[in-house]
């Protein structure tokens, strides 16, 4: 087989291969709403544009869910607390 051949049998691999991962992908998001569909393709390691093209949005549509998703989930302020009033006094 010649290179040439080697290379249109390596790009309808590919393209059946694109194929197969995008029918995988809308299996699973099928049934979420779409911010959660963004968050677990983008966890699965999908980049932006094909999750856009996936879910019939756009990129900055998916950046954005991703920035409000991330804002919403930073951790909260954990309070201190001094180890010494843990400790009851003798008057106690």
Known sequence: ?????????LERID???????????MQVTASM???QAI??????????KFIADLLG?????VSVTLAKAK???KP???PTVDPASLVPTPDE
Not at 40 to 47: Q, S
């Open 71 to 73: 804002a919403r989930q």
């Open 39 to 48: 968050q677990t393709l983008n966890t699965a390691g999908f980049d932006r």
């Open 57 to 61: 949005t756009t990129p900055n549509t």
């Open 15 to 25: 393209t059946k291969l694109d194929q197969m991962l995008r029918l995988a992908a």
């Open 33 to 35: 709403k779409q911010t």
């Open 1 to 9: 087989m010649s290179p040439a051949g080697n290379d249109d049998v």
């Open 76 to 78: 909260r302020e954990i």
